[in-house]
């Protein structure tokens, strides 16, 4: 015993203490595996409490209940399924998900306070990485990887769709539209557009863009085509500017998260920063955001290759909980070929089918 108390103060007295039995002469790679999410709930853009993430209306307190949370059920007269908010070719938007409208009263769903899968200014956003650490995507002229910004990948795996975030956006395929429903208000100089009649809104005049007078309130459930402007962010009335952006250039919007609370209303416009170094800094971060972290599944993709692109000395399984094949390839992080299947299993990510997590984990 004597003997042992001195080897352990011994070895206390070089500064480290041992993390492993002093016997063990090799050592065996620690294990990990990946369950992860391919559900169809991966293509939503939101992250509200509610179930599956969705915003739910009633024309009574609309989005918000009467404490100042956001509504997780919809109660009378009122519907959920509000999953979007930038709709674009091939969005999953249906009879049952919604894109919420870009209304300056709904400023809550686009803003990182409310809506943690949103923007926000204060973070960077850098792109998926590749097994070599290195920009997924990178060519000659763009070593950084980043997105484009005249014609952002909605997907960067895709070359198509791009969108313009920096363009107003007037679109006009049943797909791309928004869901207005029964108490919501249009505010007036609203550019719109409709296929049919939509109670509340001036009838005739269809299959035409037309703007609203005055504040018109719907009274009816329609899908409308609403012109506005993606690059757009709010932030609550105490949180500071964000850097480069003038202060007398944002919008104080009333009542935007719930009776009683103010946003302000920022737009990623050149005329609204201090130098054409804050716009385009600015610029390129909502690109990079909106291609890479746009959505869960891209954001999913985004964490998983960042987080393990510097690990080494472990075993890395990967498996879709609704893809459970029998046996999982545990790679090794040590290995550039195995590394590299992991990280061709990560960036192929879908998103479609249910989320069997119990199943999954017993899976494991």
Same mark, same amino acid.
């Given at each position: 015993?004597?003997?042992?108390?001195?080897?352990?103060?011994?070895?206390?007295?070089?500064?480290?203490?041992?993390?492993? #039995?002093?016997?063990?002469?090799?050592?065996?790679?620690?294990? +990990?595996?990946?369950? %992860?999410?391919?559900?169809?709930? =991966?293509?939503?853009?939101?992250?509200?409490?509610?179930?599956? @993430?969705?915003?739910?209306?009633? #024309?009574?307190?609309?989005?918000?209940?009467?404490?100042?949370?956001?509504?997780?059920?919809?109660?009378?007269?009122?519907?959920? $399924?509000?999953?979007?908010?930038?709709?674009?070719?091939?969005?999953?938007?249906? &009879?049952?998900?919604?894109?919420?409208?870009?209304?300056?009263?709904?400023?809550?769903?686009?803003?990182?306070?409310?809506? *943690?899968?949103?923007?926000? *200014?204060?973070?960077?956003?850098?792109?998926?990485?590749?097994?070599?650490?290195?920009?997924? @995507?990178?060519?000659?002229?763009?070593?950084?990887?980043?997105?484009?910004?005249?014609? !952002?990948?909605?997907?960067?795996?895709?070359?198509?769709?791009?969108?313009?975030?920096?363009?107003?956006?007037?679109?006009?395929?049943?797909?791309?539209?928004?869901?207005?429903?029964?108490?919501?208000?249009?505010?007036?100089?609203?550019?719109?557009?409709?296929? &049919?009649?939509?109670? $509340?809104?001036?009838?005739?005049?269809?299959?035409?863009?037309?703007?609203?007078?005055?504040?018109?309130?719907?009274?009816?459930?329609?899908?409308? $085509?609403?012109?506005?402007?993606?690059?757009?962010?709010?932030?609550?009335?105490?949180?500071?500017?964000?850097?480069? +952006?003038?202060?007398? /250039?944002?919008?104080?919007?009333?009542?935007?998260?719930?009776?009683?609370?103010?946003?302000?209303?920022?737009?990623?416009?050149?005329?609204?920063?201090?130098?054409?170094?804050?716009?385009?800094?600015?610029?390129?971060?909502?690109?990079?955001?909106?291609?890479?972290?746009?959505?869960?599944?891209?954001? =999913?993709?985004?964490?998983?290759?960042?987080?393990?692109?510097?690990?080494?000395?472990?075993?890395?399984?990967?498996?879709?909980?609704?893809?459970?094949?029998?046996? %999982?390839?545990?790679?090794?992080?040590? /290995?550039? $070929?195995?590394?590299?299947?992991?990280?061709?299993?990560? !960036?192929?990510?879908?998103?479609? @089918?249910?989320?069997?997590?119990?199943?999954?984990?017993?899976?494991?």
């Amino acid at each position: 015993s004597a003997y042992f108390l001195h080897s352990v103060m011994a070895v206390q007295g070089q500064g480290t203490l041992a993390q492993q #039995p002093l016997n063990v002469q090799s050592q065996i790679p620690p294990a +990990f595996i990946l369950a %992860v999410d391919d559900s169809g709930s =991966m293509t939503f853009e939101t992250l509200f409490p509610g179930q599956d @993430g969705q915003a739910c209306w009633n #024309p009574t307190g609309g989005f918000f209940n009467a404490d100042g949370s956001l509504r997780t059920v919809a109660g009378s007269g009122g519907a959920c $399924g509000y999953n979007h908010l930038i709709p674009y070719p091939g969005h999953r938007i249906d &009879a049952n998900r919604h894109a919420i409208p870009p209304l300056p009263a709904f400023g809550f769903a686009r803003s990182h306070w409310f809506n *943690p899968s949103y923007y926000n *200014p204060g973070e960077t956003y850098l792109p998926w990485l590749d097994s070599e650490g290195r920009p997924y @995507g990178r060519t000659t002229a763009n070593p950084e990887g980043n997105a484009s910004i005249t014609a !952002t990948r909605v997907d960067p795996r895709n070359a198509t769709p791009t969108i313009d975030l920096f363009a107003t956006r007037e679109e006009t395929d049943a797909n791309n539209r928004f869901r207005v429903l029964n108490g919501m208000v249009i505010p007036a100089n609203t550019r719109y557009y409709k296929t &049919a009649n939509c109670g $509340g809104l001036a009838n005739g005049n269809n299959n035409a863009w037309r703007s609203v007078n005055s504040n018109q309130t719907v009274t009816a459930n329609c899908q409308i $085509g609403i012109s506005y402007y993606p690059a757009t962010f709010y932030l609550p009335e105490a949180v500071s500017v964000p850097a480069g +952006f003038k202060t007398a /250039s944002r919008v104080l919007v009333n009542n935007a998260c719930g009776a009683g609370c103010n946003l302000y209303r920022y737009e990623i416009k050149r005329d609204n920063y201090t130098s054409d170094a804050a716009f385009e800094a600015a610029r390129q971060n909502f690109a990079n955001w909106f291609s890479f972290y746009g959505n869960r599944n891209r954001a =999913m993709i985004a964490g998983m290759t960042r987080s393990l692109s510097d690990v080494k000395n472990m075993r890395v399984g990967y498996f879709r909980i609704n893809s459970r094949t029998a046996s %999982v390839a545990m790679r090794n992080m040590n /290995s550039p $070929g195995e590394k590299l299947s992991l990280y061709t299993d990560l !960036t192929a990510l879908p998103a479609n @089918g249910g989320t069997p997590n119990l199943f999954a984990v017993d899976h494991i």
